[in-house]
């Protein structure tokens, strides 16, 4: 499939990948210039990959509540929340974005490769609540402007003050004479802003949107510095970190899953029962510059005592930094283990998260 930007892409010399099911950029010129803009100045992304599907009605806000581990109801309008959505054996189907749009219509916001699995899993857990279910992605792209130059580049072309707009937060916005949803959030660990367009629209903006970044230090930025940028920051990643063998608390992220709000949720009660996961998740510093990656298992003293979920040198850092599932009494700050590294052992030391974090 391909992006209502796939020609622009293609005109500006990117290099493709399929990322499920996806014709998407994953780098135009250098991947490690593509990370440095965003860091330093600001990238400009296609999302329109993602999934877009709205929930409206009278009781929006209950289906919701029912549908994810989150308690969406309390999201104000104008709001969004980072959720996810469990199987009843407490197992990640997606992390997911939701925006109170309204007080009776929210937007879901879902990985590329989960789409079809929301879409489903809301339509079947919606049927009980007045509620109405619409996929709207196959009509939406998804334009990101991230890094410290994003909000000086979307502010002068948007006819809105973006000094109002907060983190996790969205409104109506016209940016380059095109109406948007313009949302700040992001995946990168920078400052930045998300916006919906429609497919019809999103050449016309992506190109204003290029044009005032130029002064700024804006490059197109593809998927494979999305992943080394999303890594520094300690963000999973679906299929790496999430799965449906995981639950939230495996990623620590157990502080999603709201118990306390009313009704019954899917997945609830297995949930109950796994808060304590037999594994978790850590992060990993290495000191050479043999970066540890995906399934490569960590060792202590021989002994194997997890698996490495992403890795990647830093750009940013300058040395090897890694996501890894290992048992809880191997997961203190400072834990020595090694990872296996085709056969030979790497040096690597459990960290705090994020790797990076902007000042």
């Known amino acids: 499939m391909k992006t209502a930007l796939h020609e622009v892409h293609t005109g500006l010399g990117a290099s493709f990948t399929d990322f499920a099911g996806w014709s998407m950029p994953v780098r135009y010129s250098s991947e490690l210039a593509e990370h440095r803009a965003v860091r330093e100045a600001a990238g400009l992304f296609d999302l329109s990959h ?30 969004a929340r980072y959720t996810m959505l469990c199987d009843e054996t407490g197992g990640v189907l997606d992390d997911l974005v939701i925006y109170r749009l309204a007080e009776d219509r929210y937007l879901v916001v879902a ?3 989960n789409v079809a699995v929301v879409a489903a899993e809301l339509d079947a857990r ?34 809105a003050d973006l000094s109002e707009l ?86 620590g992220l157990g502080r999603v899953v709201k118990f306390d709000k009313p009704g019954d ?42 698996e490495i979920t992403s890795g990647a040198l830093s750009p940013t850092l300058g040395h090897p930094i890694a996501l890894a599932y290992v048992r809880p009494e191997f997961a203190e700050p400072g834990t020595a283990l090694s990872a296996d590294v085709r056969g030979r052992p790497e040096p690597v030391k459990v960290v705090s998260l994020p790797f990076y974090q902007r000042s």
């Open 50 to 79: 993602m999934g877009e599907i709205e929930v409206s009605g009278p009781q929006a806000a209950d289906a919701l509540d029912y549908a994810f581990v989150g308690k969406l109801s309390a999201v104000k309008p104008g709001r």
């Open 111 to 113: 990985n590329a490769g």
């Open 126 to 159: 919606a049927r009980d609540f007045d509620a109405r279910v619409d996929d709207r992605s196959a009509d939406t792209a998804l334009i990101a402007v991230q890094g410290p130059a994003s909000a000086a580049i979307v502010g002068k072309l948007a006819d």
């Open 166 to 251: 907060k983190y996790y937060a969205s409104i109506p916005a016209v940016v380059g004479g095109h109406d948007v949803l313009l949302a700040r959030t992001g995946y990168t660990g920078e400052d930045g802003f998300e916006l919906y367009v429609p497919n019809e629209h999103a050449a016309a903006v992506w190109r204003v949107l290029t044009e005032a970044g130029e002064p700024h230090g804006l490059l197109p930025a593809g998927l494979a510095c999305r992943d080394t940028l999303r890594l520094e920051a300690g963000m999973p990643l679906y299929g790496n970190e999430l799965s449906t063998e995981l639950t939230p608390f495996h990623a």
């Open 265 to 306: 949720f899917v997945g609830r009660a297995a949930l109950d029962t796994r808060r304590e996961p037999d594994r978790v998740l850590v992060g990993l510093t290495g000191s050479g510059r043999r970066a540890p990656r995906h399934g490569y298992r960590l060792l202590a003293d021989g002994e194997d005592v997890g």
